[in-house]
Nanobody
Framework: DVQLVESGGGSVQPGGSLRLSCAASGYSFSSNYMGWFRQAPGKEREGVATYRSGRATDYAASVKGRFTISQDNAKNTVYLQMNRLEPDDTAMYYC????????????????WGQGTQVTVS
């Protein structure tokens, strides 16, 4: 079975940084595109970033220049480094995997983690 586990969330002041991790078991991130998404209370889930090692990387306009994706192949883990955090970044963050193309649309991904909460205040 495929399992994605996010970690690294927490509470931080505006301007601070967090690094989220998404560890996969039963799946290799090298096989297809993965994505980071977030959902704030009362809002729709929105795409934050999409990535595949050696292929396209794309970020939502709201996070471009502040968030960066990286990957540790040995650990089969993808990271989302979030800098200069703002209150509007407060949300549950999810990683998703196995999209055949780079996409910020949740419907293109087959596998999802349970999420990790990020609070900026």
């Amino acid at each position: 079975d495929v399992q994605l586990v996010e970690s690294g969330g927490g509470s931080v002041q505006p301007g601070g940084s967090l690094r989220l991790s998404c560890a996969a078991s039963g799946y290799s991130f090298s096989s297809n595109y993965m994505g980071w998404f977030r959902q704030a209370p009362g809002k729709e889930r929105e795409g934050v970033a999409t990535y595949r090692s050696g292929r396209a990387t794309d970020y939502a306009a709201s996070v471009k220049g502040r968030f960066t994706i990286s990957q540790d192949n040995a650990k089969n883990t993808v990271y989302l480094q979030m800098n200069r955090l703002e209150p509007d970044d407060t949300a549950m963050y999810y990683c998703a995997a196995h999209s055949s193309r780079p996409s910020l649309w949740a419907g293109t991904y087959n596998y999802w983690g349970q999420g990790t909460q990020v609070t900026v205040s």
